[in-house]
């Protein structure tokens, strides 16, 4: 049973960083690429970063370029998404997702409406003062 497990969300100050970490297996890692989604209460759901467990490219919507960076750590079976500069409109639930499909790349994985099998429960992020 394929297992992802966010955490790191919460209340954060415009201009702020948070660390979202997704956890999940080395199996997982090694054959499946993982993405962060996020959607807002009333808003469709737009895939933030994902990253290839083949040869680690990455993409990022153009509205987190510049201030978010998905990493992955093998050793300890984690996929983070480090997010600076934290504006408002970041406001929403955090999901992470894993793509077996090794044909697919990573930017059509983070398109809105793909289909994926696997997602975590996702963390709550709310940027406020």
């Known amino acids: 049973q394929l297992q992802l497990v966010e955490s790191g969300g919460g209340l954060v100050q415009p201009g702020g960083s948070l660390r979202l970490s997704c956890a999940t297996s080395a199996f997982t890692l090694d054959h499946n690429d993982i993405g962060w989604f996020r959607q807002a209460p009333g808003k469709e759901r737009e895939g933030v970063s994902c990253?290839?467990?083949?040869?680690?490219?990455?993409y990022y919507a153009d509205s987190v370029k510049g201030r978010f960076t998905i990493s992955r750590d093998n050793a300890k079976n984690m996929v983070y998404l480090q997010m600076n500069s934290l504006k408002p409109d970041d406001t929403a639930v955090y999901y992470c997702a894993a793509d077996a499909d090794p044909f697919r790349t990573v930017e059509a994985m983070c398109s809105p409406h793909v289909l994926l099998d696997y997602w975590g429960q996702g963390t709550q992020v709310t940027v406020s003062s």
């Open positions: 990253i290839s467990s083949n040869n680690g490219s990455t």
